[in-house]
């Protein structure tokens, strides 16, 4: 009998660990557990795990993005944060499964070579809350808790494009990109549209591709390529190797663009502007989203109109820019933000482009 009673008190106790006792309740709506024999409310900490790309935090672009935002999150509202990076892709889908065990309320993929393993992982644990940045899960999938985050690259790379073609002098710019992929090629093809449409005569010269996000050795090779060919800017899409371009340039006493974080202090002077791209933002209020019981699922898109891409204030440069050409793209900006400038997004829709 006394063993009875000790197994039966240590199966209650573990079973109070594992979730809320019976006199307590989490209203959804306000994200507040409720005690019901006092109705006295608490505030119930928001748990939110992340999974960096590749690259990893310290690559002054995606990730410290994503980063910044749920660093702001914790400031506002006091959220608990686990997060990891993943040595290689095939670490990812592990990577997802342990912080949803660990009780994320939402689980962040930052980074489209995530997709794979989120659509995995996402289906396994359908109680969990997913958001992953630039990909859209296949929806004959059916997933009920993924939000997809995505940007209008090519909106903001136009912009960077046109300050690119107002600027140079040699009427040549190059462009650096990671992957040969879908995504990156709507860099390029709003970055070489914009620059097309400031100067008609411009050269684009071949873009280059890395195939690696990290090397940022490759990616200064790349750039000095371009450089040698004539091209007096270059721009940039390649994550954590692209800071190798901003290095290339800095040596070469040219221009590099940044990309996704505010990178013009990396090489002062040498550093046109920035396409930022506001990962932050977008993970910030998901997480608030999550907080006030407003976490809705599908696509969520950030666009120049709403501020998710746009030009840095080019705080070392504004001097060289001028403040004619600096109209300029405003005015362009504000074509773009009422819908009378659309901005082609696949290499198709750029030999189709015409300038305005």
Known sequence: MKRGWVFGLLAASLLAGCGPS????????????VTSETGSTAEKKVKVGVVFDSGGLGDKSFNDSAWAGVQKAQTDFGIEEKHVESKSVKDIETNLMTLADQGCDIVFAIGINQKDSLEKVAAQYPDTKFAIVDAVPNPDLGLKNVRALLFKEEEGSFLAGYLAGLV????????????????????????????????????ILPA????????????????????DQGADIVYHAAGRAGLGVL??????????IGVDGNQDGVAPGNVLTSMIKHVDEAVYSTIKDVKEGKFSTGEVVYDLKVGGVGLTEMEFTKDKVGEENLKKVEDIKAKIVAGDLKVPSTLEELAAYKPQ
Request: charged share 30%; proline share 3%; net charge positive.
């Open 247 to 256: 290095d290339a340039a800095k040596e070469k006493g040219k221009f590099g």
């Open 168 to 203: 140079t002098k040699t009427g040549k710019l190059g462009f650096v990109g990671g992957q040969e992929i879908p995504l990156i090629k709507k860099f390029y093809s709003g970055y070489a549209a914009g620059a097309k449409t400031a100067r008609p005569d411009i050269e």
């Open 208 to 227: 280059k591709y890395t195939g690696d996000w990290n090397n940022v050795d490759l990616a200064k090779a790349a750039a000095n390529l371009l450089f």
């Open 22 to 33: 019976e006199s307590t309740r989490t209203e959804e709506a306000t994200g507040k557990t």
